[in-house]
């Protein structure tokens, strides 16, 4: 190719990228230099795995927000766009809102106040309030509906849906709200969070359920899935689970719970988990059986 045009075709691509990252007018852009010293030169890690990391970020405004890095990301500059106008569309008290991006040296997406910081966090640390027996069953109950929302509002197939306390952010009314999820760093099939009744994309969505139940044991247990999930697996797959349940309830719950409410929730985190290869019933019917078994106000 004639080096002219070689240098003509660069610019004009170069020039459609910035029309495309100028279209996103409802998404703020912020500076890699900005994000990196509100992220302590990206050393406040929240989570990380093979597909993305997530940091807490403290900006010159005050507030306090979750970063996210898609890594692993040597796809054309319009996909990440593409993810960004897809995020910025979705709205939902339990989903955390994407409000920025930033597209330099990283690609990072930028999400709302998380000033609360994470289930995780309220969990493990000895320094914080125990959460209550009603704050958790409400946490349970609000994933299932943000779920419910990607579920049923969602048209393209998600690539990333993952639950687990680390996750699970709280903003400064400490309302629950889901992170990790996206289009972008598909490994394999996408998660047909679909509404169709055909057996093959019910069973893609299977992992989201298997989840949901390994979160639930740590909600109830007060223990993390990433140190202990086997055991907890184990436990829940026992045919005698029952007779041991007031043994792994966690300690910071003493006696305070109720019974009945203890054991729906555990029934539903079994089948959730027994059902991961071929699930036997969706993520609205779902939410609509605890709704129906637990005494919570809606919103």
């Not at 010159?60 to 890095?69: N, Q, R, T, Y």
């Not at 796809?75 to 990440?80: E, G, N, P, W």
């Not at 409000?99 to 320094?127: A, Q, T, V």
């Not at 289009?183 to 509404?195: A, E, F, S």
Request: charged share 25%; with cysteine.
């Amino acid at each position: 190719m004639d080096p002219l045009i070689r240098k003509l075709r660069r610019r004009l691509l170069a020039w459609l990228r910035r029309s495309r990252s100028d279209r996103i007018h409802f998404m703020r852009r912020l500076s890699y230099k900005d994000v990196k010293r509100a992220t302590d030169g990206f050393h406040r890690i929240i989570y990380s795995n093979s597909q993305v990391a997530a940091y807490a970020a403290k900006f010159e405004d005050g507030s306090a927000s979750l970063v996210k890095e898609i890594k692993d990301f040597d796809q054309a500059d319009d996909s990440f766009y593409s993810e960004v106008q897809f995020l910025g569309r979705l709205h939902h008290r339990h989903l955390l809102s994407l409000k920025g991006f930033s597209l330099n040296r990283k690609r990072l997406l930028i999400f709302d106040s998380i000033e609360n910081g994470s289930l995780k966090d309220h969990l493990n640390d000895p320094l914080k309030t125990p959460l209550n027996w009603r704050t958790r069953l409400q946490i349970a109950i609000d994933v299932v509906a943000a779920l419910e929302y990607l579920f049923l509002f969602v048209e393209q197939p998600l690539c990333r849906v993952s639950i687990s306390s680390s996750n699970i952010m709280f903003d400064d009314n400490f309302t629950a709200k889901l992170s990790d999820y996206g289009l972008l760093t598909c490994v394999g099939n996408p998660v047909m969070m679909t509404n169709s009744k055909d057996d093959s994309m019910r069973q893609k969505s299977g992992n989201i359920i298997y989840q949901l139940g390994v979160f639930i044991l740590e909600l109830v247990t007060g223990q993390s899935s990433e140190m202990e999930g086997s055991d907890l697996i184990e436990w829940i797959q026992e045919s005698r689970f029952y007779s041991s349940i007031h043994n792994m309830v966690d300690p910071d719950l003493g006696d305070n719970y109720d019974s009945r409410e203890l054991k729906t929730l555990l029934a539903v985190a079994k089948l959730c988990i027994k059902s991961r290869d071929k699930p036997v019933f969706t993520i609205p019917q779902l939410f609509r059986y605890l709704q129906h078994k637990v005494d919570i106000p809606r919103d």
